[in-house]
């Protein structure tokens, strides 16, 4: 750790009492003056550039927060978690794993929220805020079935990708159980915080029904990514350009109004070209599928990343 981390480690979550973790005051706790001593009468978190260590490798982290989820999508992978019994990641083990990122300058440059569904910890909006502490730009996925849930989080995310599969309520309830009514109060919520990046994740499944999508997503003023499934077929048949949209990358699409975009990405067995550390109860690994390693401390995460 630099000298200039100007951070109390995260490790020091331990010396909490179990029953005060998740409390306004145990999560100030984590902070202090210069590292090393605790004043837990700080009423704000330091800012968080000046915990960042310098010469830090940019790395990506996705924490798996719980296998848990209100919807029902078949298609469901459930981000690679192969373990039934296991469930939620406590932010007690997020602190612990933020700790040992920071003591070996692997701090991420960003942080997913993922699940199941996330919304359905009752720690997730004190895990956001510390994720938020870091400095990383911190998003999360949700299905935006449960605004009442979903709005705690919103003031510690930069960006909510929200999976939508269809824009009629019908056929949306039948695809995921989840009621579109709620989805949309969910965008409403979360179109209130100023700077906050709202994307709706969609995955390809009928052309007719994905161009109906895309204009309501841009009528709700609300960004869209498709995703490509595996075995999809479909993108050649996608004239992006016969619904206003024209390239601006490989994967980038502007409508024809000078701000809706459209993002593309295909779905293969390779989730993230940039180096991910994937975080769940089962511990810490570098692909979604795979043997997870111990979790923290003293795990050495650039080995993992070389492994
Ligand atoms: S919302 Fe996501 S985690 Fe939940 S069932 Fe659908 S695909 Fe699975």
Redesign the pocket.
Same mark, same amino acid.
């Given at each position: 750790m630099t000298g200039s981390l100007a951070m109390r480690p995260f490790s020091d979550v331990r010396q909490v009492r179990p029953e005060s973790v998740g409390s306004a005051r145990a999560l100030l706790a984590l902070w202090s003056d210069n590292g090393h001593t605790s004043k837990t009468t700080q009423k704000t978190p330091r800012a968080p550039l000046s915990i960042r260590p310098t010469a830090a490798i940019t790395v990506k982290a996705r924490f798996l927060l719980t296998r848990k989820?209100s919807?029902?999508?078949g298609?469901? =992978?459930?981000?690679g978690q192969t373990d039934a019994g296991a469930s939620l990641l406590s932010l007690h083990q997020i602190a612990a794993v933020l700790d040992t990122m920071v003591r070996q300058n692997c701090l991420p440059q960003e942080i997913v929220l993922s699940?199941?569904?996330p919304t359905l910890h009752k720690q997730v909006a004190d895990i956001a805020r510390l994720c938020k502490s870091t400095g990383a730009h911190v998003s999360m996925?949700s299905?935006g079935g449960h605004p009442d849930l979903l709005e705690p989080v919103l003031p510690w995310l930069d960006e909510l990708k929200l =999976?939508i599969d269809d824009a009629d309520p019908d056929r949306q309830w039948r695809s995921?159980g989840?009621a579109l009514g709620s989805v949309q109060q969910s965008i409403a919520i979360a179109q209130q915080f100023r700077g906050l990046h709202l994307v709706a994740n969609h995955p390809l499944a009928q052309v007719q029904r994905t161009a109906m999508f895309v204009a309501w997503a841009r009528q709700l003023r609300v960004h869209v990514k498709i995703i490509h499934r595996l075995q999809s077929r479909l993108q050649p048949f996608m004239r992006w350009k016969n619904l206003g949209y024209t390239p601006l990358d490989a994967t980038t699409w502007l409508h024809r109004n000078g701000w809706h975009r459209l993002f593309t990405k295909r779905c293969t067995d390779i989730h993230n070209p940039e180096p991910t550390f994937f975080v769940d109860t089962q511990g810490i690994r570098t692909r979604l599928e795979g043997v997870s390693q111990p979790i923290f401390p003293g795990q050495d995460l650039r080995a993992l990343l070389a492994s």
């Open positions: 989820c919807a029902r999508c298609y469901c =992978h459930n981000e699940g199941g569904e996925a299905h =999976h995921m989840i």
